[in-house]
Structures are given as C-alpha cells and as structure tokens.
Nanobody, 130 residues
Framework: QVQLVESGGGLVQAGGSLRLSCAAS????????LGWFRQAPGKERAFVAG????????DHADSVKGRFTISRDNPKNTVYLQMNSLKPEDTAVYYC???????????????????????WGQGTQVTVSS
C-alpha cells in the first residue's frame, strides 16, 4: 500500500509563497504520475497541477498558471508544488495524489480528473490572508 503525506501548508499573506511537499512510501514512486488537487470550503475538489511519471510533461490549471509549479524528485520519493503570488482564492486544503496505472498503459501525461488517481494523501491546509 502506498502512503502519501503532504506538508508545507500554513498561513501566508497575499502575494507570498509556499512550497508544498508530498512524500510517498514504497519503491515504485518513479512509475507514478502525480497530481495536486485542492478543495475550498463549500466547493468541489479541483485539479491544480500534475506531472507525468517520466517527469517530461506537466499540466497546470489555468487559475494557477504562471504562479504555481509542480516538480518531482524521484530519489526522494517526493513531489512538490511551489506556489508564488498567492491569492486569498487559493485558500483550500491541498491534496497530492498518485496514478499507478498510466505507466503500465504507456500513457505519459498527467490526468486532471481525480478518479484517475489511485492513492491520496490526507491534505494540508493553505490559508492566504488578504
């Protein structure tokens, strides 16, 4: 069983930065496509960013393009989300997720839909004050 543990959330002023980390257990991290999602109070979970299992393809939601960047470090079994120029509307619980099937299907792009992911972390709160 793969476990994902997020860290790095917190309270920050608008315009500030945070870097979220998600550490994974297990020896197959390099075969996972990875994603970050967020859920604000009263709203549905939304895709934020994704990175393919090879690391060669990334995708970011329009709302965060140019401000957030996803990256991965396979030797550390960790995926990151660098968040700059934060806005109050970025306030949410942020979740990382892992897709173990794309590698075996030969598909090298991250999905934007949550049901394509097999493992989820518990989430980390990000609060941006105005």
């Amino acid at each position: 069983q793969v476990q994902l543990v997020e860290s790095g959330g917190g309270l920050v002023q608008a315009g500030g930065s945070l870097r979220l980390s998600c550490a994974a257990s297990g020896r197959t991290f390099s075969t996972f496509a990875l994603g970050w999602f967020r859920q604000a109070p009263g709203k549905e979970r939304a895709f934020v960013a994704g990175i393919s299992w090879s690391g060669g393809t990334t995708d970011h939601a329009d709302s965060v393009k140019g401000r957030f960047t996803i990256s991965r470090d396979n030797p550390k079994n960790t995926v990151y989300l660098q968040m700059n120029s934060l806005k109050p509307e970025d306030t949410a619980v942020y979740y990382c997720a892992a897709d173990r099937r794309s590698y075996y299907a030969g598909y090298d792009r991250p999905f934007q839909v949550g049901h394509k992911y097999d493992y989820w972390g518990q989430g980390t709160q990000v609060t941006v004050s105005s």
